[in-house]
């Protein structure tokens, strides 16, 4: 059974920094393709980046570049992605999701975690 | 890296049949065959509900089918069910190595 589980999130000062964690199993790391989504409180769905399986093709949304980092480890089966100079309008629940390989969909989602950036 | 524009909410009665529109530009929608769409219950994760435009993932009822014309994409669910209450988002591919989101559309059975 695929299983995708996020934690690291929390309560936040604006300009402060939170790393994002995604445990998954269930399914060969390696040779899949990840994605991290965010969804404001009561808004909708926005993609935030991507990671190849080798980690050598990275993407990022406009909103979020040069302050993320997403980064994985294949040996531990993680995903994370780094927020740094965080900002009132990073809040929301972060999905990590696995990239089905095909035309950029995700089949696979976790649970998701809460990032609350307020002072 | 604009949204995709969807309908804020669309309604039917059970068994009727619904379709949810998805629009973006060339860059996007229109250049690629690469549209999806998700359902996500209140308090959810979002779950696959079509890839690459038309295509169903295994498990996923029939009643759900997908469609492309130009820059706009279409979700038509069909024998609409109290279960398919929900809110609906499609994805495309774009043209600049991203993905972009519609805002959502707000599904009611009523």
């Known amino acids: 059974e695929v299983q995708l589980v996020e934690s690291g999130g929390g309560l936040v000062q604006p300009g402060g920094s939170l790393r994002l964690s995604c445990a998954v199993s269930g399914f060969t790391f390696s040779r899949y393709s990840m994605t991290w989504v965010r969804q404001a409180p009561g808004k909708g769905l926005e993609w935030v980046s991507y990671i190849s399986g080798s980690s050598s093709t990275i993407y990022y949304a406009d909103s979020v570049k040069g302050r993320f980092i997403i980064s994985r480890d294949n040996a531990k089966n993680s995903l994370y992605l780094q927020m740094n100079s965080l900002r009132d309008d990073d809040t929301a629940v972060y999905y990590c999701?696995?990239?089905?390989?095909?035309?950029?969909?995700?089949?696979?989602w976790g649970q998701g975690t809460l990032v609350t950036v307020s002072s | 890296q604009s949204a995709l524009t969807q309908p804020a909410s669309v309604s039917g009665s059970p068994g009727q049949s619904i379709t949810i529109s998805c629009t973006g530009t060339s860059s996007d929608v229109g250049g690629y065959n690469y549209v999806s769409w998700y359902q996500q219950h209140p308090g959810k994760a979002p779950k696959l509900m079509i890839y690459a435009v038309s295509d169903r993932p295994s498990g996923v009822s029939n009643r759900f089918s997908g469609s492309k014309s130009g820059n706009t994409a279409s979700l038509t669910i069909s024998g609409l069910q109290a279960e398919d209450e929900a809110d609906y988002y499609c994805s495309s591919y774009s043209n600049t190595n991203t993905r972009v989101f519609g805002g959502g559309t707000k599904v009611t059975v009523l």
């Open positions: 999701a696995r990239d089905s390989g095909i035309g950029g969909s995700d089949d696979f």
